[in-house]
């Protein structure tokens, strides 16, 4: 079927017009013309996309992902079942519910907590047979306290005082103490004064003048300072009788449309319930051999066996019975150095 929109002869209708009369009529011929709804794929008749468009947009505050959680609790988010709880634990299950060593109760470990952060110090104590064991005269010559020079001469003011350095500031001489004041030296001298507009802080308390307290205010300040007057009634009651006119009074069919309730939007699905039977099929499933694989823990090794290679450093045969290239040989040698030889320039024929 083709659509021809021809321009309607009246001006004042819009091009909207003539696009409904076209989309009313290809509705009432039952018209199968595809249309493309939006950025989608998928084709539909214009009927079945005017009813699409026409349908409520579904609100998402209804829906329910799940349970109603309450962090920081002991309950489990689903109702264990009886087989679960009847069940035995298995040996991976009783290594990981083991609880964490509380490092606190340790009275041997109380002094890492209360003088450091909690780790061992790396200082090993010594052992009884290093306590007693002899000492050999290398061990001796170096625990000997060092010996200051012969012409070395202890100024403790200096360390008690100071951090052993002299202070760059001198005691003023004799001369300079028994000196006479320049007039210059005394004016330097002299404390800085304050400004002339200068005015100090005022006081919080102000004493009132002897006019301000003879003084009589106007007629406005007497009107002013006069309290308002409020009247004593008489009021209206709380209660009061309702008309005849207005309890048979009959409401409107807009008062009665508005007083409905809103109702639940088309397709609405309530809240799934937390609790829910399982299916036979779910409990007499077994697990498969790449899922017990997965569930297994992972063995990791720790990093002293990472990091330790005891060949480290050990030369193999092969590099040690190998020879090197010329290349290698060449670029081994010292580099000569000495005075730069002349360069000679070469007259182009």
């Given at each position: 079927?083709?659509?021809n ?9 819009t ?9 009313r ?15 989608t794929?998928v084709?539909m008749?214009?009927k079945?996309?005017i009813e ?6 579904l ?10 959680l309450?962090?920081g ?8 079942s009886q ?28 002094p890492?907590w209360e003088?450091?952060?909690?780790r061992?110090?790396?200082?090993i104590?010594?052992s009884h ?13 170096l625990?000997?306290?060092k ?18 350095r002299s ?6 001489t004799g001369?300079a103490k ?5 007039d210059?030296?005394?004016q ?13 802080s005022r006081?919080v308390?102000?004493v ?6 003879n003084?009589r ?11 308002k ?7 209206r009651e709380?209660?009061w ?6 309890r048979?009074a009959?409401?409107s069919e ?6 409905r309730s809103?109702g639940?939007?088309e397709?609405f699905?309530?809240?799934r319930?937390?609790q829910?039977?399982?299916t ?5 499933a ?5 899922i017990e ?8 090794q ?5 990091q ?12 040690l019975?190998?020879g ?8 081994a040698?010292p ?7 002349a360069?000679?320039?070469q007259?182009i024929?």
């Amino acid at each position: 079927m083709t659509m021809n929109l021809v321009a309607p002869a009246n001006p004042d209708l819009t091009s909207q017009v003539s696009v409904n009369n076209v989309l009313r009529e290809m509705m009432e011929k039952g018209s199968h013309s595809r249309v493309y709804a939006g950025r989608t794929t998928v084709a539909m008749t214009v009927k079945e996309r005017i009813e699409t468009l026409a349908k409520p947009k579904l609100s998402r505050s209804t829906l329910s992902y799940g349970p109603s959680l309450s962090w920081g609790n002991q309950q489990t988010m689903w109702e264990l079942s009886q087989a679960a709880l009847s069940a035995d634990a298995s040996e991976r299950i009783m290594n990981l519910a083991q609880p964490k060593r509380n490092m606190s109760t340790q009275e041997d470990l109380k002094p890492q907590w209360e003088f450091s952060c909690g780790r061992q110090s790396p200082i090993i104590k010594p052992s009884h047979a290093a306590r007693t064991a002899a000492t050999s005269g290398r061990t001796e010559d170096l625990a000997f306290p060092k010996r200051p020079p012969a012409s070395y001469s202890e100024n403790r003011a200096m360390y008690e005082f100071s951090c052993g350095r002299s202070s760059p500031i001198q005691e003023p001489t004799g001369g300079a103490k028994g000196a006479a004041d320049r007039d210059r030296t005394t004016q330097l001298a002299q404390a800085k004064t304050v400004h002339n507009s200068y005015e100090s802080s005022r006081e919080v308390q102000s004493v009132p003048t002897r006019a301000a307290q003879n003084t009589r205010p106007s007629e406005r300040i007497e009107m002013l300072a006069e309290a308002k007057k409020r009247p004593a009634g008489p009021f209206r009651e709380p209660e009061w009788p309702v008309s005849g006119k207005a309890r048979k009074a009959q409401v409107s069919e807009r008062v009665r449309e508005l007083s409905r309730s809103k109702g639940l939007v088309e397709g609405f699905q309530g809240n799934r319930d937390v609790q829910w039977n399982v299916t036979k099929s779910a409990k007499q499933a077994v697990a498969t051999r790449r899922i017990e694989e997965l569930s297994g823990p992972i063995q990791r090794q720790s990093m002293d066996h990472l990091q330790f290679n005891p060949d480290a450093f050990k030369v193999s045969e092969a590099a040690l019975s190998s020879g090197i290239t010329p290349r290698i040989e060449e670029l081994a040698q010292p580099i000569r150095r000495g005075p730069a030889p002349a360069k000679t320039r070469q007259k182009i024929k």
